[in-house]
């Protein structure tokens, strides 16, 4: 009898660390952290939001070469990236990073409302049934003969309330595993899948993180975690120390690897705002890479009161000198 209890009492607690292992997020906020010891950090990855046919302009004007270009892709325009994919690879690029957003993108003048609106044919619900599979097989061909590594951000701030694909989380979720399993047939095997959320500064730590299972498709079908990292200045001037305890609660609670997806700021403090970008990165290995942008940006219309987003690092060599640094840092 004694015997029999112990065997219970050791099958109730594998059990219950089992169920611990696989929770959402949302149920690991107070878990203790537990890092591996520390030692030399792993190479960083930067990347540059610039199509191929210019990188080498803009790693002349900054004085350092990305090892990743970016780019956002809409399913409407129902193409393959065969062009792009080459002309990185010749300039010697060996990371992708493409946001991938299924809809037909609505003008941002038009607003957050009709922006948000769901599209027939591009719903969640029509992705997980089908109806782009061979787009999907397409584009995962296409994306496969890269020789290199595509990080593939797909329906990216999902959180958020300006995206269509933001509706119907449920859905959401069976979207985002209908698209890995597609990859995976196809034998995209250099794709990684960046599950990518929106910090949502607004909105208070716990309530943010706790909204963010709800679209978790699961550890099997995410490679990164992806976080958008820009301060727009003015009524949202975001110091770098406010995004700093959302990208240690995300790498806590999900245990996989930060992308910092789109990182940029107002032109106004800039210069001091990306030492301390620096100086945070420095300080957390396990963010492995980080993609600038200064592409024309929907926030800035949407947004009252924010600053000028459109300046140019290219052509600011204080500003330039810092990006350079970045990159440096990362490839110790």
Request: aromatic share 12%; charged share 25%.
């Amino acid at each position: 009898m004694r015997r029999l209890a112990l065997n219970l009492l050791t099958v109730s607690a594998t059990v219950l660390l089992l169920v611990g292992l696989t929770l959402p997020a949302k149920h690991v906020l107070d878990a203790p952290e537990r890092f591996p010891a520390p030692g030399p950090p792993p190479p960083r990855s930067f990347g540059v939001y610039v199509d191929p046919w210019h990188v080498d302009d803009w790693a002349e004007a900054v004085g350092a070469s990305p090892q990743m270009v970016a780019k956002f892709e809409a399913f409407s325009r129902r193409r393959t990236l065969d062009e792009f994919v080459h002309e990185a690879e010749r300039q010697g690029i060996g990371q992708l990073l493409i946001s991938w957003e299924p809809w037909k993108p609505v003008p941002a003048s038009l607003g957050t409302v009709a922006q948000l609106r769901p599209q027939i044919g591009y719903r969640n619900a029509d992705i997980a049934a089908g109806w782009r599979d061979r787009y999907l097989k397409r584009f995962a061909r296409s994306l496969a003969t890269f020789d290199g590594v595509v990080y593939l951000r797909y329906a990216h701030e999902m959180n958020g309330t300006w995206y269509p694909w933001s509706h119907d989380w449920a859905g959401y979720r069976r979207a985002w595993r209908h698209v890995v399993t597609v990859f995976r047939s196809v034998g995209a095997d250099n794709v990684r899948f960046v599950w990518s959320v929106n910090p949502s500064l607004y909105v208070p730590l716990r309530s943010w993180l706790n909204r963010l299972p709800d679209y978790w498709p699961g550890k099997r079908y995410v490679d990164l975690i992806g976080v958008t990292v820009i301060n727009f200045g003015i009524h949202k001037d975001y110091a770098v120390r406010r995004f700093v305890p959302r990208l240690d609660v995300l790498h806590r609670s999900f245990r996989k690897p930060i992308l910092i997806t789109e990182a940029n700021t107002e032109y106004d403090g800039r210069v001091q705002w990306l030492r301390n970008f620096r100086r945070m990165l420095d300080a957390r290995p396990w963010i492995t890479g980080v993609a600038w942008s200064q592409l024309p940006s929907r926030g800035k219309v949407h947004l009252a009161g924010v600053g000028r987003l459109d300046w140019n690092v290219e052509r600011d060599p204080r500003s330039s000198a810092v990006v350079r640094a970045i990159i440096r840092d990362g490839e110790r």
